[in-house]
């Protein structure tokens, strides 16, 4: 393998099949192998063509580089050829993205970028916990109480003749109590052969004989109260001292006290 006197290794023993220079030793090439003071086979830089060799001076028409051998040493232009003296592109800038085919013969697949990390929403910071406020839309929670009343015993003995005097105030009677509940609560005394069955049964003992089967009856309110009515008793109820009309629903507040037959009372508790 022959080596031209620009260090190339050729396979061409007369030209450089790399730069195309004349390789010493060569038919025609006017420099002989050994001289120079260099090794034997490997000629010594000697002095270039002068300006009326051929090539000397004379500039590649592609991209200016002098010329030294058959081809340009830059571009690989070869000199005595009808090539015409185009300047190559210079090579695109790299981009971010993928290249299209037709600019690049090889185009270097584009790195996918890494996805997105979420950010972790910081946790609010924990408030201590409220003490609960009862709802305004909590059951309204009501009771009636039941008991002996002396005085409403003593005002119906007064207003009535004689025959009053038949009925006697009990020496004791149990308070019973009785949660409202649903749409009505019925007072009366239970009777079996007429098939009433009171949700608050007066029948007793003691039994005040001054009350009705069906006496009286609570119906609950739209705004969760409670009101009273009358159906139409034998001897008539009153609210707070007062007698209420037959067939009327009277509204009742927290306290209100229900009397009727010869002692008894009902006294309504709102919660």
Same mark, same amino acid.
């Given at each position: 393998?022959?080596?031209?006197?620009?260090? *190339?290794?050729?396979?061409?023993?007369?030209? $450089?099949?790399? $730069?195309?220079?004349?390789?010493?030793?060569?038919? %025609?090439?006017?420099?002989?192998? =050994?001289?120079?003071?260099?090794?034997? %086979?490997?000629?010594?830089?000697?002095? !270039?063509? =002068?300006?009326?060799?051929?090539?000397?001076?004379?500039?590649?028409?592609? $991209? &200016?580089?002098?010329?030294?051998?058959?081809? $340009?040493?830059?571009?690989?232009?070869?000199?005595?050829?009808?090539?015409?003296?185009?300047?190559?592109?210079?090579?695109?800038?790299? +981009?971010?993205?993928? #290249?299209?085919?037709?600019?690049?013969? !090889?185009?270097?697949?584009?790195?996918?970028?890494?996805?997105?990390?979420?950010?972790?929403?910081?946790?609010?910071?924990?408030?201590?916990? @409220?003490?609960?406020?009862?709802?305004?839309?909590?059951?309204?929670?009501?009771?009636?109480?039941?008991?002996?009343? +002396?005085?409403?015993?003593?005002?119906?003995?007064?207003?009535?003749?004689?025959?009053?005097?038949?009925?006697?105030f009990?020496?004791?009677y149990?308070? @019973?109590?009785? !949660?409202?509940? =649903?749409?009505?609560?019925?007072?009366?005394?239970?009777?079996?052969? +007429? &098939?009433?069955?009171?949700?608050?049964?007066?029948t /007793?003992?003691?039994?005040?004989? &001054?009350?009705? +089967?069906?006496?009286?009856?609570?119906?609950?309110?739209?705004?969760?109260?409670w009101?009273?009515?009358?159906? %139409?008793?034998?001897?008539?109820? #009153?609210?707070? /001292?007062?007698?209420?009309?037959t %067939?009327?629903?009277?509204? #009742?507040?927290?306290?209100?006290?229900?009397? #009727?037959?010869?002692?008894?009372?009902?006294?309504? *508790?709102?919660?």
């Amino acid at each position: 393998m022959a080596i031209c006197p620009n260090g *190339h290794d050729s396979a061409s023993d007369d030209f $450089c099949d790399i $730069c195309g220079m004349r390789i010493a030793g060569s038919p %025609g090439s006017g420099i002989s192998g =050994g001289t120079g003071g260099s090794p034997a %086979g490997r000629p010594g830089p000697g002095p !270039r063509p =002068g300006p009326g060799a051929a090539g000397a001076t004379e500039p590649c028409p592609r $991209c &200016g580089t002098p010329r030294v051998g058959q081809f $340009c040493e830059a571009c690989g232009y070869q000199f005595g050829t009808a090539q015409p003296p185009w300047a190559p592109a210079a090579p695109a800038a790299p +981009r971010s993205s993928g #290249l299209s085919s037709s600019s690049h013969p !090889r185009s270097t697949p584009s790195v996918p970028s890494a996805p997105s990390v979420p950010s972790v929403p910081t946790a609010p910071p924990v408030s201590p916990p @409220r003490p609960a406020v009862p709802s305004s839309y909590a059951p309204a929670v009501w009771t009636a109480v039941v008991s002996s009343d +002396r005085a409403y015993y003593e005002s119906v003995q007064a207003a009535s003749g004689p025959d009053a005097a038949a009925v006697p105030f009990p020496g004791y009677y149990a308070e @019973r109590r009785f !949660r409202l509940a =649903g749409s009505q609560m019925r007072i009366g005394r239970r009777s079996v052969s +007429r &098939g009433i069955d009171p949700e608050i049964d007066l029948t /007793g003992p003691p039994a005040d004989p &001054g009350i009705s +089967r069906l006496h009286a009856v609570l119906i609950a309110a739209a705004d969760g109260g409670w009101a009273v009515l009358d159906p %139409g008793s034998a001897n008539g109820t #009153l609210v707070n /001292g007062t007698e209420i009309p037959t %067939g009327v629903q009277v509204p #009742l507040h927290d306290g209100d006290r229900i009397n #009727l037959g010869g002692w008894t009372s009902i006294t309504v *508790h709102h919660g």
